[in-house]
């Protein structure tokens, strides 16, 4: 028997959607006939970001809407890619002129729609760019890295970018630079599921954790013994630091994210040992943000995500923004 909190499954997503027109209370709306949820204030005279990728990463991608985040974004299935009418729909209601930026993370679904929905944008005159994530460790890059954690430090200098008064060209310059200065690998301890069915994405056994899971809950690159936390983080951190080249004098932003059902406590420990680590090496933490980001579901596990930092980016990063339906002050 199927324990979620859902109705018909296939109203999963639009449900979703009402839900968080609900929280913003005036704040966002839906676009009849679409999926996509977007602001309801706009201003004139910048380019606009708009996002999306599949439900079932909640927050991301539906509520990173608001001041400093996404202007809208465009919502697909559960593990889904929104089709190219939903994304058109959503550049639609948000352009003002000054051309669109599109950020979402390297799938294949995800790339297809967003490229088609693009080219049908051009052809009414909307002008696009594209930043996708790539910031997945656990693929090599000649296999194209996917999207993870590390989107979430995307969409905030992105939306910073548009905000700040620079032309299209220049938002998408300075956040596909944050792109490729973004890493992250993820762990999980239990697989996530799939909302329609409950089944598990895949089965791993009780003392059993895997490295590098993805995303859409498939399983990782390596299967390890389950191991105390402070080695756990260190492994992930040596993965993380010889593929970023990370040295003394660096400067990062920090995620360390709950892929959907770890605790606080379990989150708080993993964050104490990766600030030592990075401590030991030099490197300085400029600022941490920890919490339930990009979700797989009742996935158990984390990521630890990291975005190396020059001024501009720093100072983008730390433009004040505001999602209008989660983790308010």
């Known amino acids: ?41 706009l201003d004139e005279g910048r380019p606009m970001l708009l996002i999306g990728g599949g439900s079932g990463h ?11 985040y996404a202007d809208a974004v465009a919502v697909g299935n559960v593990f889904a890619a929104p089709t190219p009418n939903t994304i058109l729909a959503g550049m639609r ?5 000054q051309g669109v930026l599109l950020a979402y993370a390297n799938f294949a679904g995800d790339n297809m729609n967003f490229d088609v929905a693009a080219e049908m944008a051009e052809d009414l005159g909307i002008r696009t760019m594209t930043v996708r994530a790539m910031d997945d460790i656990a693929l090599p890059v000649s296999a194209g890295r996917r999207g993870m954690a590390g ?15 620079r032309d299209l060209d220049a938002a998408c310059a300075i956040t596909t630079r944050a792109r490729n200065e973004t890493r992250s690998l993820s762990v999980a301890f239990r697989p996530g599921s799939l909302p329609e069915t409950g089944e ?11 490295i590098g899971a993805g995303g859409h809950g498939e399983r990782g690159i390596e299967t ?54 990075l401590e030991g090496i030099g490197v300085t933490v400029v600022d941490t943000w920890i919490g339930p980001y990009v979700t797989t579901q009742e996935m158990a596990g984390f990521s630890i995500a990291m975005l190396r930092l020059d001024d501009e980016i720093e100072h983008l990063l730390a433009v004040a923004c505001k999602n209008e339906t989660f983790l308010r002050p």
């Open 224 to 277: 390890r013994k389950v191991m105390p936390a402070d080695k756990l983080v260190e492994l992930m951190l040596e993965r993380l630091i010889d593929d970023f080249a990370l040295s003394r004098g660096h400067r990062v932003a920090l995620l360390v994210n709950d892929s959907g059902a770890t605790t606080m406590m379990e989150l708080l420990i993993v964050n104490r040992r990766v600030h030592e680590v």
């Open 200 to 210: 598990p994405t895949f089965s791993i056994a009780d003392d059993e954790i895997e």
């Open 151 to 165: 989107i979430f430090f995307l969409v905030k200098i992105a939306g910073a970018a548009c905000a700040s008064g």
């Open 58 to 68: 909640e927050p991301m991608y539906a509520q990173f809407v608001g001041p400093g």
């Open 93 to 97: 209601a948000i352009d003002r002129g």
């Open 1 to 41: 028997m199927l324990k979620k909190a859902i109705n018909d499954p296939e109203d999963i997503v639009d449900e979703v959607i009402q839900g968080i027109v609900f929280a913003s209370h005036g704040r966002v709306r839906s676009e009849p006939k679409s999926r996509v949820i977007l602001r309801m204030e």
